[in-house]
């Protein structure tokens, strides 16, 4: 018996397939979160989850949620117009002190 590479166990497995691209959306969702916000506030927030059209942002602090949610509705039209963002529909943010 020979020892596979991780990469033939993930293409083998539906269920870290379903992982592996589930990690590559949420990479992918933070670069454009990155390209949309400001420096200083995209160090403070990163992708919860986007799951049937909703977004959630964690941010970790509540001051710079204000900033945020000043920025939610020209940030879902940007969003938007990526194919993996087509079925966005909801934006919301939570704070989470923890995430940094």
């Not at 993930?10 to 990155?34: C, E, G, H, V, W």
Request: aromatic share 8%; with cysteine; proline share 3%.
């Amino acid at each position: 018996m020979s020892i596979q590479s991780i990469s033939e166990i993930i293409k083998d497995s539906p269920l870290f397939r379903q992982i592996a691209d589930r990690a590559s959306l949420s990479t992918q969702l933070n670069d454009y979160l990155q390209q949309y916000l400001s420096v200083s506030l995209m160090q403070h927030c990163h992708v919860g989850s986007f799951q049937g059209g909703h977004l959630i942002i964690y941010i970790d602090n509540a001051i710079w949620s204000l900033e945020l949610r000043s920025k939610l509705g020209e940030l879902h039209k940007q969003l938007k117009t990526h194919p993996e963002l087509s079925s966005l529909t909801k934006i919301t943010y939570s704070v989470d002190p923890t995430i940094k």
